[in-house]
């Protein structure tokens, strides 16, 4: 199935650039990616006429303050995947991101799923080099100061495969909640 990354972006090429890294690391290969920007940024513009390695389109619009929605509309508008998943310009996808959303995709149904909130202080690591985003989703043990930290949602970083033993077991012993999160959700 042919999948559409939706990423909705406000200027910031930093994050952005670590979003393309783990995109490219992703375990499925089937997808394009639609660079929602709310804005028409040069440097934005520059950084994505020179991404290499994934089929990616640029949409853009006028900045006239924050019109998320509308930007998002417009990579709906641009996108040719069967499937579309959503994420903010902020939100760095596991290697499994794209693989886990086509494998809990039903149609008539909309997923939704959380983000880690990391401190400032490893998001700058992160960005300046100094520790790979994989190395926190391989070894998650290692960053466990992480769950100690105000608004850190350490506990939404630890992944279940959705084809694995555990998870059927524990979605159905979990509460769900129903509400849907702009950061990351997926649909037909």
Not at 130 to 135: K, P
Request: aromatic share 10%.
């Amino acid at each position: 199935m042919k999948v559409s990354v939706i990423i909705a972006v406000y200027k910031d090429v930093s994050s952005l650039s670590l979003i393309i890294t783990a995109l490219k690391r992703q375990t499925y290969k089937n997808f394009e990616v639609i660079i929602s920007e709310d804005g028409e940024n040069h440097q934005m513009r520059e950084y994505v006429a020179n991404i290499s390695g994934l089929d990616v389109k640029h949409t853009t619009q006028e900045d006239i303050g924050v019109r998320k929605a509308r930007s998002q509309n417009n990579g709906i508008i641009a996108s040719s995947g069967e499937y579309l998943i959503f994420i903010d310009g902020d939100c760095v996808p596991y290697t499994t991101f794209v693989e886990a959303h086509v494998a809990l995709a039903e149609r008539k149904t909309v997923l939704s799923g959380r983000r880690v909130n990391l401190s400032e202080l490893l998001t700058q690591k992160i960005k300046s080099g100094l520790v790979d985003i994989v190395d926190i989703e391989k070894n998650l043990w290692k960053y466990i100061g992480l769950a100690f930290e105000k608004n850190s949602k350490y506990e939404y970083g630890f992944y279940l495969s959705p084809t694995g033993w555990l998870y059927p077991l524990l979605s159905k012993l979990c509460k769900r909640n129903t509400s849907i999160l702009g950061c990351n959700f997926s649909c037909f």
